[in-house]
Nanobody, 125 residues
Framework: VQLQASGGGLGQAGGSLRLSCAASGLTLSNYAMGWFRQAPGKERDVVATISRRSGRTYYSDSVKGRFTISRDNAKNTVYLQMDSLKPEDTAVYYC???????????????????WGQGTLVTVSS
């Protein structure tokens, strides 16, 4: 049972990266999903979350208008399209599944379980 995040790497300011989170041994379609990030020396913070059927999304103020979260339940995969990258976006990015099917658009760390291993995103200026 795991979530596998991929797509991280080195990006340039103003550029784009796309992260993917694929699940194995775990069904995502009945749960809200989220992307979080943790920069060195800082706490893990929410980036974006999406409801079960993609009808509702939540974005942190720092990424609103630049990042887009989406999901493909048939592929058991969640995505994070990151555009207009900034150096302050540098962090390890994690995907996670909500702890309960009753949570529509959760956006606190404590509302998520089943964390992926993280993928490093580094944005150069």
């Amino acid at each position: 049972v795991q979530l596998q995040a991929s797509g991280g790497g080195l990006g340039q300011a103003g550029g784009s990266l796309r992260l993917s989170c694929a699940a194995s041994g775990l069904t995502l379609s009945n749960y809200a999903m989220g992307w979080f990030r943790q920069a060195p020396g800082k706490e893990r913070d929410v980036v974006a979350t999406i409801s079960r059927r993609s009808g509702r999304t939540y974005y942190s103020d720092s990424v609103k208008g630049r990042f887009t979260i989406s999901r493909d339940n048939a592929k058991n995969t969640v995505y994070l399209q990151m555009d207009s990258l900034k150096p302050e976006d540098t962090a390890v990015y994690y995907c996670a599944r909500a702890i309960s099917t009753t949570l529509v658009v959760p956006h606190h760390v404590a509302e998520f379980g089943y964390w992926g291993q993280g993928t490093l995103v580094t944005v150069s200026s």
